[in-house]
Protein backbone atom coordinates (compact mmCIF):
# COMPACT_ATOMS: atom_id res chain seq x y z
CA UNK A 1 0.00 0.00 0.00
CA UNK A 2 1.57 3.19 -1.45
CA UNK A 3 0.65 6.42 1.06
CA UNK A 4 1.67 10.04 0.78
CA UNK A 5 1.94 12.81 3.42
CA UNK A 6 3.03 15.93 4.04
CA UNK A 7 4.20 18.06 6.65
CA UNK A 8 3.01 21.75 6.33
CA UNK A 9 5.13 24.14 8.02
CA UNK A 10 3.75 27.59 9.40
CA UNK A 11 6.28 30.71 9.67
CA UNK A 12 7.50 29.38 13.10
CA UNK A 13 8.52 26.16 11.92
CA UNK A 14 5.83 24.67 13.46
CA UNK A 15 4.37 21.27 12.00
CA UNK A 16 0.54 20.17 11.75
CA UNK A 17 -0.26 16.36 12.89
CA UNK A 18 -3.66 15.22 13.11
CA UNK A 19 -5.74 12.64 15.01
CA UNK A 20 -6.97 9.78 13.48
CA UNK A 21 -10.64 9.19 14.20
CA UNK A 22 -10.59 6.77 17.05
CA UNK A 23 -12.86 4.07 14.89
CA UNK A 24 -10.34 3.48 11.93
CA UNK A 25 -7.35 1.35 11.78
CA UNK A 26 -4.83 2.81 14.13
CA UNK A 27 -7.31 4.91 15.31
CA UNK A 28 -6.55 7.56 18.55
CA UNK A 29 -2.60 7.76 16.98
CA UNK A 30 -0.87 11.25 15.53
CA UNK A 31 0.26 11.10 11.71
CA UNK A 32 0.24 13.77 9.01
CA UNK A 33 -2.30 14.41 6.42
CA UNK A 34 -2.43 12.52 3.60
CA UNK A 35 -3.76 9.03 2.20
CA UNK A 36 -3.54 6.05 -0.11
CA UNK A 37 -2.49 6.50 -3.68
CA UNK A 38 -5.11 5.15 -5.91
CA UNK A 39 -4.15 3.21 -9.12
CA UNK A 40 -2.98 5.48 -11.66
CA UNK A 41 -2.51 8.38 -9.30
CA UNK A 42 0.73 10.19 -9.27
CA UNK A 43 1.84 10.57 -5.72
CA UNK A 44 1.95 14.55 -5.89
CA UNK A 45 -1.51 14.21 -7.57
CA UNK A 46 -2.90 11.89 -4.81
CA UNK A 47 -1.79 14.09 -1.65
CA UNK A 48 -2.84 17.44 -3.34
CA UNK A 49 -6.65 15.43 -3.48
CA UNK A 50 -6.13 14.18 -0.06
CA UNK A 51 -5.20 17.95 1.81
CA UNK A 52 -8.56 19.19 -0.38
CA UNK A 53 -10.41 16.67 0.86
CA UNK A 54 -8.94 16.69 4.62
CA UNK A 55 -8.14 19.88 5.74
CA UNK A 56 -10.01 22.20 2.50
CA UNK A 57 -6.40 23.78 1.14
CA UNK A 58 -5.02 23.93 -1.87
CA UNK A 59 -1.80 22.98 -2.46
CA UNK A 60 0.55 23.05 -5.64
CA UNK A 61 2.48 20.51 -6.80
CA UNK A 62 5.61 22.39 -7.04
CA UNK A 63 5.63 23.44 -3.71
CA UNK A 64 6.15 19.72 -2.03
CA UNK A 65 9.35 18.59 -0.94
CA UNK A 66 10.34 15.24 -0.65
CA UNK A 67 11.62 14.87 3.45
CA UNK A 68 12.13 10.82 3.05
CA UNK A 69 10.31 7.11 2.90
CA UNK A 70 9.64 4.19 5.13
CA UNK A 71 8.14 0.96 5.08
CA UNK A 72 6.02 -1.15 7.71
CA UNK A 73 4.53 -3.79 5.72
CA UNK A 74 2.08 -3.22 3.92
CA UNK A 75 2.27 0.41 4.14
CA UNK A 76 5.14 2.74 2.08
CA UNK A 77 5.24 5.92 2.94
CA UNK A 78 6.46 8.88 1.16
CA UNK A 79 6.65 11.86 3.48
CA UNK A 80 6.89 15.55 1.66
CA UNK A 81 7.06 19.19 3.14
CA UNK A 82 5.00 21.87 2.42
CA UNK A 83 5.69 25.83 3.66
CA UNK A 84 3.21 27.36 0.56
CA UNK A 85 -0.69 26.65 0.70
CA UNK A 86 -3.78 28.37 -0.35
CA UNK A 87 -6.68 28.36 2.92
CA UNK A 88 -6.83 27.94 6.62
CA UNK A 89 -6.64 24.60 7.08
CA UNK A 90 -9.94 23.25 8.80
CA UNK A 91 -9.98 18.77 10.21
CA UNK A 92 -12.19 17.80 8.54
CA UNK A 93 -12.11 14.30 9.16
CA UNK A 94 -9.41 14.23 12.27
CA UNK A 95 -10.78 13.66 15.65
CA UNK A 96 -8.13 16.55 16.30
CA UNK A 97 -5.45 18.46 15.09
CA UNK A 98 -2.10 20.76 16.67
CA UNK A 99 0.72 22.62 15.29
CA UNK A 100 4.31 22.19 17.01
CA UNK A 101 7.70 21.73 16.90
CA UNK A 102 8.98 18.82 14.63
CA UNK A 103 10.71 17.66 18.34
CA UNK A 104 7.75 18.44 20.25
CA UNK A 105 5.59 16.35 18.43
CA UNK A 106 7.85 13.20 18.38
CA UNK A 107 6.52 12.12 22.02
CA UNK A 108 2.89 11.38 20.78
CA UNK A 109 1.71 7.99 19.70
CA UNK A 110 1.23 7.62 15.79
CA UNK A 111 1.88 4.86 13.09
CA UNK A 112 5.76 3.49 12.92
CA UNK A 113 5.89 4.38 9.61
CA UNK A 114 5.99 8.29 10.95
CA UNK A 115 8.48 7.85 14.06
CA UNK A 116 11.27 8.15 10.97
CA UNK A 117 9.89 10.55 9.47
CA UNK A 118 9.57 12.60 12.05
CA UNK A 119 13.08 12.50 13.18
CA UNK A 120 14.21 13.48 9.16
CA UNK A 121 11.55 15.98 9.48
CA UNK A 122 13.20 17.50 12.64
CA UNK A 123 16.21 17.29 10.52
CA UNK A 124 15.33 19.64 8.12
CA UNK A 125 13.50 21.98 10.27
CA UNK A 126 16.78 22.48 11.97
CA UNK A 127 19.19 22.38 9.55
CA UNK A 128 16.98 24.35 6.35
N1 LIG B 1 -2.45 9.81 6.23
C1 LIG B 1 -1.57 9.08 6.89
N2 LIG B 1 -1.71 7.72 6.91
C2 LIG B 1 -0.78 7.03 7.60
C3 LIG B 1 0.29 7.67 8.28
N3 LIG B 1 1.06 6.71 8.87
C4 LIG B 1 0.50 5.51 8.57
O1 LIG B 1 0.90 4.39 8.92
N4 LIG B 1 -0.63 5.71 7.80
C5 LIG B 1 -1.50 4.62 7.32
O2 LIG B 1 -1.65 4.73 5.92
C6 LIG B 1 -3.01 4.47 5.53
C7 LIG B 1 -3.56 5.78 5.00
O3 LIG B 1 -4.60 5.63 4.25
P1 LIG B 1 -6.02 6.35 4.48
O4 LIG B 1 -6.02 7.26 5.63
O5 LIG B 1 -6.39 6.83 3.14
O6 LIG B 1 -6.68 5.03 4.75
P2 LIG B 1 -7.83 4.41 5.54
O7 LIG B 1 -7.52 2.96 5.59
O8 LIG B 1 -8.08 5.13 6.79
O9 LIG B 1 -8.93 4.75 4.50
P3 LIG B 1 -10.08 4.06 3.78
O10 LIG B 1 -10.68 3.14 4.80
O11 LIG B 1 -10.92 5.22 3.42
O12 LIG B 1 -9.47 3.36 2.61
C8 LIG B 1 -3.74 4.04 6.78
O13 LIG B 1 -3.65 2.64 6.93
C9 LIG B 1 -2.92 4.74 7.88
O14 LIG B 1 -3.03 4.11 9.11
C10 LIG B 1 0.40 9.08 8.26
O15 LIG B 1 1.28 9.73 8.84
N5 LIG B 1 -0.57 9.74 7.55
Redesign the pocket.
Known amino acids: ?1 L ?1 V ?1 VALIDARGRCLMQQ ?1 PRH ?3 GG ?1 W ?6 VEPGELPASALVR ?1 LAEELAIVVDPAALEPVGFAT ?1 AP ?1 T ?1 LLYRCHDWRGTPVPLEAEAFRWDRPEALAGLP ?5 VPLLAALARFVAHG
Open positions: MVARRRHLEFPGGKEDVMMPPVD
